[in-house]
C-alpha cells in the first residue's frame, strides 16, 4: 500500500513561486494498475516524480507499507528506489553503445536478477538481444526501456507518458507488453498520461486538474490495448 497524504510542490521563490501540487492525498493498493489521467500543466508527472522518490515534497507524506519515504536521508531514498522502484519515460534514456541484453542487464544487476533474459525474451526481442539501440525502432527501444525497469523486479513500476512518442500500432503494443507483463508478476503500476483511452486500461483512474485530484473513477471492466480507442 502507498499512502500519500497531503502533497505539496512548488517551484520558484517569492513572487515567482508556483504552487503545483496543493494538498494531494490518495491511497495505492498492492498490485494495483493507476493511471494518473490529466492536461498538460495539471501537475501529474510533478505528482509521479513526488510518490516515486525522484523529487521532494515541500509538505506531506508518502507512505510505503509503512515507510514515509519524505523522512529517509538522501543516500536511504537512493537505496529505497533501486530495490523498490522502476521507472518507464517517453523518453527511453537508453545506453547507445551498449547492446539490448546489456542495456536491461544495468537493471538487472540491481537486484542480482540473472533471470533478466527472460524479461528480453517477454517483451518480444529475444532475436535483437545484441542490437544496439540505434538499430531499433521507436517501439522496439521503448521496450527495452520496459525491460531495463522489470529486471530489476520493481514493487511498483512508474510510468509517465510511455507512448507519448509512439505511433499507434507501436503504442498499443508496448501497453499490451506492459499489461502482460502487470498481470504476470503482480507489480503496482502507476502511470501518467492525457490520454483518456489508456485510463480504460486500469482498476483505478485518478483525474487531476491544476495540482489537485478532481475525482477518482474504478472500472469495473478493465479492457486490453487492443480494446480501447487511440
Given at each position: 500500500?502507498?499512502?500519500?497524504?497531503?502533497?505539496?510542490?512548488?517551484?520558484?521563490?517569492?513572487?515567482?513561486?508556483?504552487?503545483?501540487?496543493?494538498g494531494?492525498?490518495?491511497?495505492i493498493?498492492?498490485?494495483?494498475?493507476?493511471?494518473?489521467?490529466?492536461?498538460s500543466?495539471?501537475?501529474?508527472?510533478?505528482?509521479?516524480?513526488?510518490?516515486?522518490?525522484?523529487?521532494?515534497?515541500d509538505?506531506?507524506?508518502?507512505?510505503?507499507d509503512?515507510c514515509?519515504?519524505?523522512?529517509?536521508h538522501?543516500?536511504?531514498?537512493?537505496?529505497?528506489?533501486k530495490?523498490?522502484?522502476?521507472?518507464?519515460?517517453?523518453?527511453?534514456?537508453?545506453?547507445?553503445?551498449?547492446?539490448?541484453?546489456?542495456?536491461?542487464?544495468?537493471?538487472?544487476?540491481?537486484?542480482?536478477?540473472?533471470?533478466?533474459?527472460?524479461?528480453?525474451?517477454?517483451?518480444?526481442?529475444?532475436?535483437?538481444?545484441?542490437?544496439?539501440?540505434?538499430?531499433?525502432?521507436?517501439?522496439?527501444?521503448?521496450?527495452?526501456?520496459?525491460?531495463?525497469?522489470?529486471a530489476?523486479?520493481?514493487?511498483?513500476?512508474?510510468l509517465?507518458?510511455?507512448?507519448?512518442?509512439?505511433?499507434?500500432?507501436?503504442?498499443r503494443?508496448v501497453?499490451?507488453?506492459?499489461?502482460?507483463?502487470?498481470?504476470?508478476?503482480?507489480?503496482?503500476?502507476?502511470?501518467?498520461?492525457?490520454?483518456?483511452?489508456?485510463?480504460?486500461?486500469?482498476?483505478?483512474?485518478?483525474?487531476?486538474?491544476?495540482?489537485?485530484?478532481?475525482?477518482?473513477?474504478?472500472?469495473?471492466?478493465?479492457?486490453?490495448?487492443?480494446e480501447?480507442?487511440?
Amino acid at each position: 500500500m502507498i499512502k500519500i497524504s497531503d502533497i505539496t510542490k512548488s517551484y520558484g521563490t517569492g513572487g515567482s513561486k508556483n504552487q503545483v501540487l496543493k494538498g494531494i492525498s490518495l491511497n495505492i493498493g498492492d498490485g494495483d494498475f493507476t493511471v494518473i489521467l490529466g492536461a498538460s500543466g495539471s501537475g501529474k508527472s510533478t505528482f509521479l516524480n513526488v510518490v516515486s522518490g525522484l523529487e521532494r515534497p515541500d509538505g506531506g507524506s508518502v507512505v510505503y507499507d509503512g515507510c514515509d519515504i519524505t523522512k529517509l536521508h538522501d543516500s536511504e531514498l537512493t537505496e529505497f528506489r533501486k530495490d523498490n522502484i522502476g521507472f518507464i519515460f517517453q523518453q527511453y534514456y537508453l545506453l547507445p553503445n551498449m547492446t539490448v541484453e546489456k542495456n536491461v542487464r544495468m537493471g538487472a544487476d540491481l537486484a542480482e536478477n540473472r533471470d533478466y533474459r527472460e524479461i528480453i525474451a517477454a517483451v518480444g526481442l529475444h532475436d535483437k538481444s545484441q542490437k544496439f539501440p540505434g538499430e531499433l525502432s521507436g517501439g522496439e527501444q521503448q521496450r527495452v526501456a520496459v525491460a531495463r525497469a522489470l529486471a530489476k523486479k520493481p514493487k511498483v513500476l512508474f510510468l509517465d507518458e510511455p507512448t507519448g512518442a509512439l505511433d499507434e500500432q507501436t503504442g498499443r503494443q508496448v501497453l499490451d507488453y506492459i499489461s502482460k507483463l502487470h498481470n504476470e508478476f503482480g507489480f503496482t503500476v502507476v502511470m501518467v498520461t492525457h490520454n483518456q483511452n489508456i485510463a480504460e486500461m486500469a482498476n483505478t483512474v485518478v483525474k487531476m486538474n491544476s495540482g489537485k485530484i478532481a475525482g477518482i473513477d474504478k472500472n469495473q471492466l478493465q479492457k486490453t490495448a487492443y480494446e480501447i480507442g487511440w
